[in-house]
């Protein structure tokens, strides 16, 4: 089945410590984002690719890296910059129309 | 600024009532899309609006894309509990061809 993946589903980080994100897709898409979305509140993009190679900033990139060496791949680290990073985190990607998204990591920090 | 605005932000409902969500731009837009997001799930694409004055239905939502182009809504008639969500409102964003998503309208629906 084509879709978006994402993992784990759930992520405990310590303090200081950075962990990565996994997001794939096999929906040909050259374009992936990667959102962060806190308790009731709507979608903030942190960064975006259009291309292999080739990415962006958002709106809230501050303490988040990203890579694209793959089409099918976009992970996302959280650095220890990341001053607050409990959230619920969104992958998604799209192939010029509408976006399609993945299940969510929750990262919780302990 | 790039910003899409949309009211109300919650909204409760009796089961069996209407709901209506209203998304508004400062600019004009080329489309917007809405995106439903279960509780604890992730946002689902619904639907996209591109021409002026267009009006689409999905069962018992119905979309409406306004004459100027820069708002829309989204009305769900006799609501069930399996409206509830957040409803978000989506623009295109052709620098970088990102999505500008509205702050959503939580519906609770009561039984």
């Known amino acids: 089945d084509g879709g978006i993946t994402q993992s784990p589903k759930y992520l405990f980080r310590k303090e200081g410590q950075n962990v990565t994100l996994s997001c794939e897709q096999n929906l040909n898409h050259d ?5 962060r979305q ?5 979608l903030r993009l942190i960064y975006y690719s259009q291309i292999v ?3 962006q900033k958002g709106d809230i990139a501050e303490g988040y890296s990203v890579s694209r060496e793959k089409k099918e791949s976009f992970p996302l680290t959280v650095t220890s910059a990341q001053k607050n990073p409990t959230a619920f985190y969104l992958c998604a990607s799209s192939g010029g129309g509408n976006a399609f998204f993945g299940q969510g990591t929750r990262l919780t920090v302990v | 600024g790039q910003q899409v605005m949309q009211i109300p932000q919650y909204q409760h409902v ?10 508004n731009s400062s600019t004009t837009l080329s489309n917007i899309q809405w995106y439903k997001q279960r509780p604890g799930g992730h946002p689902v694409f619904l639907i996209q609006l591109v ?6 239905k999905q069962k018992r939502l119905t979309f409406q894309f306004g004459e100027a182009k820069k708002n829309s809504s989204l009305h769900i008639t006799a609501t069930q509990t399996t409206d509830v969500g957040t409803y978000f409102c989506a623009k295109p964003h052709y620098y970088g061809q990102n999505f500008v998503f509205g702050p959503g309208t939580r519906l609770s629906v009561l039984p």
């Open chain 2, 51 to 56: 021409k002026s004055g267009e009006v689409k």
């Open chain 1, 31 to 35: 374009a992936m984002y990667w959102y």
């Open chain 1, 38 to 42: 806190d308790p009731g509140q709507g």
């Open chain 1, 53 to 55: 190679n080739d990415f």
């Open chain 2, 14 to 23: 009796q089961e069996g009532e209407d709901f209506t969500t209203y998304c």
